[in-house]
């Protein structure tokens, strides 16, 4: 019986300010799926990371004109280096067919790199690839290197961008969520007020506290929610017509987001709407209604 | 049934306190009249009585709670044992008499049937028998006032508080009020009533304590209007 109150209660409060109430939905799920899309980026560098991490080679690019003495003494210091964990030795044949390789769609460009263009090199994995700086220290004063690149330093360039992504995102998610806080209480106010009559007779005959709140912090709860699943399914939405059609490109650097990322954001949403349009209903009411 | 020990109450901003070291005690079953021209303090009495306000000093006990120091969730309890019935009557003009009636047991978790039995009993004892269904726009103003009754007291509560219910009535209608009171009353309800009303002090006889500038002037048992 009372939950059939509370529900009526709930569903009429909605309907009876229902612009206030779209409002409120809109920017509560455009806060949300920022938010979301901030956390799955987050999510997704991080796994990035872990993956990239485990491939990343430094490269001994040597001097064309390196000599034996100074390619064996190269090698014997990469062997004893304690920070090295492996390291692969490449001809500048086996440089011509990796290139040759990698490029096998572009044959034009193939040709253009003549036989000798592409430099012998060491490609070294360290232990921790942390110590980079370290390691190119050490070598660095050694005859016949033309250069040492990390290919930490590029790929630390691509997830600095991700990582503006994700802030700008979250930053707009903060924005919004003030927004829809500013909504809610907007809201609750006026659903309070249009109660007024109701309210302070419940108060006089002592209906308790809960029992005078419950249907305007259910009715933010409810718009919380819609606005998460709203916010949800554009998230989704996103990540398919965007990632998985037009940007499939990026999606290669990306590494894949697993479907089971997204659909964790659901609860994560739910849950964060749900919470913070409850609490700011529940402060409103405790201002509003002083009960 | 209801205690006030040196009650001082100065709202902010005040110059004087509303009340000012007012003692008086209540028996259960009595009925009191609280007289004194407006802004003697009087309504002070039921808000403090309703933990409405707090008392500044002082310290009031109801139903043996000592209501100064009551944590504020157990207040809507706490008011359960109490119905108020006030000038303006406080009914939802959205509902009918059975309605607004039944919405005071509803809200504080009182079953749709237990609703259905009891609603029409206390309508019936208010005389309001078949007005069932009217909106409170269809009755007289003694009507509302019955229903507003009826609402105070479909609950049972040990104390009755009415702030100038026959303030907005013509006299007979008041008188009528007044009989209802009366036998509330005598079901043993503690009824304490604020009027500045003379006519009707003077024809129920009962205790009345007046008040000037927040002062007891007067306490007298079978008392008038002076």
Same mark, same amino acid.
């Given at each position: 019986?009372?939950?059939?109150?509370?529900?009526?209660?709930?569903?009429?409060?909605?309907?009876?300010?229902?612009?206030?109430?779209?409002?409120?939905?809109?920017?509560?799920?455009?806060?949300?799926?920022?938010?979301?899309?901030s956390?799955?980026?987050?999510?997704?560098?991080?796994?990035?990371?872990?993956?990239?991490?485990?491939?990343?080679?430094?490269?001994?690019?040597?001097?064309?004109?390196?000599?034996?003495?100074?390619?064996?003494?190269?090698?014997?210091?990469?062997? &004893?280096?304690?920070?090295?964990?492996?390291?692969?030795?490449?001809?500048r044949?086996?440089?011509?067919?990796?290139?040759?390789?990698?490029?096998?769609?572009?044959?034009?460009?193939?040709?253009?790199?003549?036989?000798?263009?592409?430099?012998?090199?060491?490609?070294?994995?360290?232990?921790?690839?942390?110590?980079?700086?370290?390691f190119?220290?050490?070598?660095?004063?050694?005859?016949?290197?033309?250069? @040492?690149?990390?290919?930490?330093?590029?790929?630390?360039?691509?997830?600095?961008?991700? %990582?503006?992504i994700?802030?700008?995102?979250?930053?707009?998610?903060?924005?919004? &969520?003030?927004?829809a806080?500013?909504?809610?209480?907007?809201?609750?106010?006026?659903?309070?007020?249009?109660?007024?009559?109701?309210?302070?007779?419940?108060?006089?005959?002592?209906?308790?506290?809960?029992?005078?709140?419950?249907?305007?912090?259910?009715? &933010?709860?409810?718009?919380?929610?819609?606005?998460?699943?709203?916010?949800?399914?554009?998230?989704?939405?996103?990540?398919?017509?965007?990632?998985?059609?037009?940007?499939?490109?990026?999606?290669?650097?990306?590494?894949? @987001?697993? %479907?089971?990322?997204?659909?964790?954001?659901?609860?994560?949403?739910?849950g964060?709407?749900?919470?913070?349009?409850?609490?700011?209903?529940?402060?409103?009411?405790?201002?509003?209604l002083?009960? | 049934?209801?205690?006030?020990?040196?009650?001082?109450?100065?709202?902010?901003?005040?110059?004087?306190?509303?009340l000012?070291?007012?003692?008086?005690?209540?028996?259960?079953?009595?009925?009191?009249?609280?007289?004194?021209?407006?802004?003697?303090?009087?309504?002070?009495?039921?808000?403090?009585?309703?933990?409405?306000?707090?008392?500044?000093?002082?310290?009031?006990?109801?139903?043996?709670?000592?209501?100064?120091?009551?944590?504020?969730?157990?207040?809507?309890?706490?008011?359960?044992?109490?119905?108020?019935?006030? =000038?303006?009557?406080?009914?939802?003009?959205?509902?009918?008499?059975?309605?607004?009636?039944?919405?005071?047991?509803?809200?504080?978790?009182?079953?749709?049937?237990?609703?259905?039995?009891?609603?029409?009993?206390?309508?019936?004892?208010?005389?309001?028998?078949?007005?069932?269904?009217?909106?409170?726009?269809?009755?007289?103003?003694?009507e509302?006032?019955?229903?507003?009754?009826?609402?105070?007291?479909?609950?049972?509560?040990?104390?009755?508080l009415?702030?100038?219910?026959?303030?907005?009535?013509?006299?007979?209608?008041?008188?009528?009020?007044?009989?209802?009171?009366?036998?509330?009353?005598?079901?043993?309800?503690?009824?304490?009533?604020?009027?500045?009303?003379?006519?009707?002090?003077?024809?129920?006889?009962?205790?009345?304590?007046?008040?000037?500038?927040?002062?007891?002037?007067?306490? =007298?048992?079978?008392?008038?209007?002076?």
């Open positions: 019986m009372r939950l059939k109150y509370v529900l009526n209660e709930v569903l009429v409060g909605l309907w009876r300010n229902v612009t206030m109430t779209i409002a409120m939905i809109i920017t509560m799920s455009v806060s949300l799926t920022m938010l979301g899309a956390v799955l980026l987050y999510l997704q560098v991080d796994q990035m990371k872990d993956y990239y991490y485990g491939e990343i080679e430094v490269s001994i690019f040597l001097r064309t004109d390196v000599t034996e003495a100074q390619r064996s003494a190269i090698d014997q210091s990469i062997a &004893a280096n304690p920070l090295v964990k492996e390291k692969t030795y490449e001809t044949e086996q440089a011509l067919e990796r290139f040759k390789t990698l490029w096998a769609d572009n044959p034009d460009f193939v040709k253009s790199v003549g036989e000798n263009s592409l430099p012998e090199s060491f490609r070294v994995k360290l232990k921790d690839p942390e110590q980079y700086k370290t190119a220290e050490q070598m660095k004063g050694m005859q016949g290197i033309q250069d @040492i690149i990390d290919q930490r330093a590029l790929l630390d360039k691509v997830f600095k961008i991700f %990582n503006a994700q802030v700008m995102a979250l930053i707009v998610a903060g924005v919004m &969520a003030l927004a806080l500013l909504l809610v209480g907007n809201t609750i106010q006026v659903a309070a007020y249009s109660k007024r009559r109701e309210v302070a007779v419940m108060k006089l005959v002592g209906a308790s506290n809960w029992f005078i709140q419950a249907p305007f912090v259910l009715e &933010a709860v409810v718009a919380g929610l819609i606005g998460a699943i709203i916010g949800f399914i554009a998230l989704f939405g996103g990540k398919l017509v965007l990632l998985d059609n037009r940007l499939q490109a990026l999606t290669n650097i990306l590494t894949p @987001i697993p %479907n089971g990322n997204v659909w964790l954001m659901l609860p994560l949403l739910a964060v709407g749900a919470l913070v349009s409850a609490v700011t209903a529940w402060v409103t009411l405790r201002f509003y002083k009960v | 049934m209801i205690q006030l020990e040196n009650v001082t109450k100065t709202y902010p901003k005040a110059s004087r306190p509303s000012d070291d007012v003692s008086v005690g209540i028996e259960k079953g009595e009925f009191v009249f609280f007289i004194g021209p407006s802004g003697s303090g009087k309504s002070t009495i039921i808000k403090l009585l309703l933990h409405e306000v707090t008392p500044t000093r002082g310290k009031v006990v109801v139903n043996t709670k000592d209501v100064t120091s009551m944590r504020s969730w157990k207040i809507p309890h706490f008011r359960r044992s109490i119905g108020c019935v006030f =000038q303006d009557f406080r009914l939802l003009p959205n509902r009918t008499a059975y309605e607004n009636v039944a919405f005071a047991l509803e809200v504080i978790g009182k079953t749709k049937a237990v609703a259905r039995r009891v609603v029409p009993e206390v309508l019936e004892l208010v005389g309001l028998g078949g007005k069932e269904h009217r909106y409170p726009h269809e009755l007289s103003g003694g509302q006032q019955r229903v507003a009754v009826a609402r105070a007291f479909v609950n049972r509560p040990l104390i009755l009415a702030d100038e219910p026959t303030g907005n009535l013509d006299p007979d209608t008041s008188i009528e009020i007044m009989r209802l009171l009366d036998r509330i009353n005598r079901t043993g309800t503690t009824v304490v009533m604020v009027t500045h009303d003379s006519n009707i002090v003077n024809q129920m006889r009962r205790r009345v304590i007046e008040i000037e500038s927040g002062r007891i002037v007067r306490d =007298q048992a079978r008392g008038v209007y002076g």
